[in-house]
């Protein structure tokens, strides 16, 4: 299935999340903790040999809501999220967008390691 990965218009809200307007006519919607949840970053994919950091106690009663403190623009192929738990290191290509995107019609067609 050939797609774009040129995008027409994007969305963002930092309490929703971000929403992306193709230009093949497709559109995506991301929610935060799916988008933190995929994070591209070598941390977060352990690129670099080391685990992602675990919360300090696997009880921690609260955590407060996440949210994006903001997000902005890398060159013409990528956002860069900072996140209010901390991280900021993810730069989410607009393949990576496109090739993450969650709704029924890509996952149908997506490899399954990538479900």
């Known amino acids: ?11 963002i809200s930092k309490s929703k999340g971000i929403k992306i307007d193709w230009k093949d006519g497709h559109r995506s919607e991301y929610g935060l903790q799916y988008l ?10 352990n690129a670099h040999g080391t685990p992602p950091a675990q919360p300090a106690t696997p009880f921690q009663m609260y955590q ?13 192929y990528a956002i860069r999220i900072d996140w209010s738990d901390g991280h900021k290191t993810g730069i989410y290509s607009y393949e990576h967008f496109r090739r993450i995107c969650p709704c029924e019609e890509c996952k149908a067609v997506r490899p399954d390691d990538l479900h």
């Open 1 to 11: 299935m050939p797609f774009s990965t040129d995008p027409e218009h994007i969305a």
């Open 36 to 45: 933190r949840d995929q994070c591209p970053c070598a941390t977060c994919t």
């Open 64 to 76: 407060p809501a996440l949210t994006m403190l903001g997000a902005e623009p890398v060159g013409h």
